[in-house]
């Protein structure tokens, strides 16, 4: 599949799925240094059967991230454009993904544990399963290596899973609860930033969910955003102003990283 890449992008193959090469494009920092830190995009909608937004969806922002020192990659996962699809085909390309960069982290000029992961809307729903979903793992992936990136960055999530299946995958209905983040309230997230607009139809939702996995000790910073929609961080909307705001937002979060290289 052909992507919408405005910039020259390194494209490496992270997993061949059938007749599907599932492929990393990474926005790499001039700087010519070893252990920079890695993040890790994932588009949203892609639950839906013509998904609008690709892993080009954060170009722009791997871009600036790569200008600041770090590793920065659009993901290409499965998504309701691949025939037979299902979200548990995304929640384990995640895991695949954070893994093969960890796995090649030296030819990256990366830290194998710097590893960020920015999930939006399904793309953060697929994130945060693919955390506290231990036992979705794909059968070709080496599982010794650890599949739970270090720190985390979600804009607005949808985390009922029962809510998601039942609209978009009923067929998933009998195990929805299974795979449904606001059912299993537990510690198991790591440093974690999550950005909402109080516009957004799942405000209320994420809010809450946050709030619970705060108070079961998950270190989650919830940062909120008055009036704006769903996608309002998305180039090219608002002027830009919360493109550059939720860029600063995530350059402060991900700062110690890059001042205190190894």
């Not at 494009?25 to 830190?37: I, K, Q, W």
Request: aromatic share 12%; proline share 6%.
């Amino acid at each position: 599949m052909q992507f919408p890449f405005d910039y020259p992008v390194r494209e490496m193959t992270y997993k061949e799925v059938n007749d599907r090469n599932l492929r990393l494009y990474a926005f790499e920092p001039d700087t010519d240094t070893a252990n920079r830190p890695v993040i890790l995009f994932f588009q949203g909608g892609s639950f839906q059967p013509n998904p609008k937004f690709s892993p080009a969806q954060f170009q722009h922002q791997a871009r600036y991230f790569a200008s600041i020192g770090i590793v920065s990659i659009c993901v290409d996962y499965r998504t309701g454009r691949d025939a037979g699809f299902t979200p548990l085909q995304a929640i384990m390309d995640v895991k695949s993904a954070v893994r093969w960069v960890r796995q090649h982290a030296e030819e990256l000029g990366a830290d194998p544990d710097k590893v960020a992961v920015c999930g939006a809307s399904a793309g953060g729903y697929i994130s945060v399963s693919s955390i506290m979903f231990g036992h979705l793992n794909d059968e070709l992936d080496d599982d010794s290596v650890n599949a739970v990136p270090d720190r985390l960055i979600i804009f607005a999530a949808g985390m009922d899973g029962v809510d998601i299946m039942s609209r978009r995958y009923p067929e998933l209905l009998p195990i929805a609860k299974e795979i449904s983040p606001i059912h299993h309230v537990q510690s198991s997230l790591p440093q974690t930033l999550w950005m909402c607009g109080t516009g957004d139809d799942l405000y209320e939702q994420n809010r809450g969910f946050v709030k619970e996995m705060q108070e079961a000790g998950n270190p989650i910073t919830f940062k909120t955003y008055d009036g704006m929609e769903h996608g309002f961080f998305n180039y090219g909307w608002h002027n830009n102003t919360y493109f550059h705001a939720t860029n600063q937002e995530i350059e402060s979060f991900l700062r110690p990283w890059i001042d205190h290289p190894h």
